[in-house]
């Protein structure tokens, strides 16, 4: 006896109908089903030959269409053809509509664009993570911002943030007695942003968190001119990228993020 074939049609990949179908078909013990799976419907000709294929092999079909009128031509040449024809997805979508009253946009493959927006997303956040604080320089060349600024002006929160905007931001840490890596002066200057802060906020910031660390403020992390010495360090390597800067004195992190992802879209548009 030949094996069952159950055909699998779909406006998109296909991928939830043969999914709904394997786990059917998981239910019935040591049978060898066969899927055909006939993605990417555009047209109502398609439909026509996918039922004649059905009928012809005396399978099931699974579909998954978005589009109405798909939907009601593929049902209606199934029963024409005494096929059987399942809508996987339509009851749903015609529930949701009349449950909550909003309109679905009816746009095939819509799963696989969330999709590819959440791995985008991580994948960012995993760029940020391994070229946070200057510690692999080649993130440098790879990312679509680099970050640079002395310590505690906030780079490795807003690559974090900005990652969740699914850019892959690598950051730098400016000190005077380390040589800025050379990827930096190798990078399109338009992807750098510096991160510019007032001598008198750095050092209250620093004082706070050496006072969090349970440690003596008065440590040349917070003095007032080791601080300007960075700081003035900052504004000479800066100077040489000829990048943008942004004062972050008295900026929140998402205020921050916004005028660097202003000043990327203003860029691009340029």
Do not use: W
Not at 134 to 148: E, Q, S, W, Y
């Amino acid at each position: 006896m030949d094996k069952p074939i159950v055909y699998v049609v779909s406006d998109s990949v296909g991928e939830t109908a043969e999914l709904v179908v394997k786990a059917s078909i998981s239910q019935f013990n040591n049978s060898n089903f066969e899927i055909r799976r006939i993605p990417y419907i555009e047209d109502t000709a398609t439909l026509t030959e996918a039922v004649l294929q059905a009928k012809e092999h005396k399978a099931l079909i699974g579909f998954t269409l978005v589009k109405p009128e798909f939907r009601s031509f593929l049902l209606e040449e199934a029963r024409n053809h005494n096929v059987p024809a399942i809508d996987i997805i339509g009851p749903i979508i015609d529930e949701m509509e009349n449950l909550y009253g909003k309109k679905p946009r009816l746009e095939p493959g819509l799963v696989h664009k969330l999709d590819e927006d959440y791995f985008k997303r991580v994948e960012a956040i995993e760029f940020a993570v391994k070229y946070d604080d200057g510690r692999d320089p080649r993130g440098i060349l790879k990312a679509d911002i680099v970050l640079i600024g002395v310590s505690r002006t906030s780079k490795t929160p807003l690559s974090q943030y900005l990652a969740h905007k699914r850019l892959k931001v690598a950051n730098v840490p400016i000190v005077p007695e380390v040589d800025p890596p050379e990827e930096l002066f190798k990078v399109n200057p338009e992807k750098c942003i510096g991160l510019k802060i007032s001598a008198e906020k750095l050092n209250d910031i620093r004082k706070e968190r050496l006072k969090a660390l349970g440690l003596d403020d008065k440590a040349t992390y917070a003095n007032m001119e080791r601080i300007k010495q960075e700081l003035n360090h900052f504004q000479q390597v800066v100077d040489k990228i000829n990048c943008d800067v942004i004062d972050v004195s008295n900026k929140a992190v998402e205020e921050t993020a916004n005028t660097i992802m202003n000043v990327i879209r203003r860029k691009e548009q340029s």
